[in-house]
Nanobody
């Protein structure tokens, strides 16, 4: 079965960096999108970034220029490099996959989800 397993979360000071990884397995067909969402306490899940299988990349405005999504197809792994982290970036970050094109920033359109990894930005 499909599995998405995140790693790389942790505690970091404001201005610091973290790199999240998501190892994907079990796909019989390459999903169109694999991306990242986050959910802070008391808030709705929020789109962060996604990349489609032909390389197009999308970011939410609040992370553009600070976060970079990338994909290692040979290892079936996607990454989220997060730089210049702010306290408001604190959340559980989850990777997710979507089989078809369209609605790339809609959490309810994604098919499979990882368990999430906690990112805490605090001094």
């Amino acid at each position: 079965q499909v599995q998405l397993v995140e790693s790389g979360g942790g505690l970091v000071q404001p201005g610091g960096s973290l790199r999240l990884s998501c190892a994907a397995s079990g796909f019989t067909v390459t999903p169109h999108y694999i991306g990242w969402f986050r959910q802070a306490p008391g808030k709705e899940r929020e789109f962060v970034a996604t990349q489609n299988k032909i390389g197009a990349i999308f970011y939410t405005d609040s992370v553009r220029g600070r976060f970079t999504i990338s994909r290692d197809n040979a290892k079936n792994t996607i990454f989220l490099q997060m730089n210049s982290l702010k306290p408001e970036d604190t959340a559980v970050y989850s990777c997710a996959s979507k089989a078809y094109s369209g609605f790339h920033n809609r959490a309810d359109k994604y098919d499979y989800w990882g368990q999430g990894t906690q990112v805490t930005v605090s001094s």
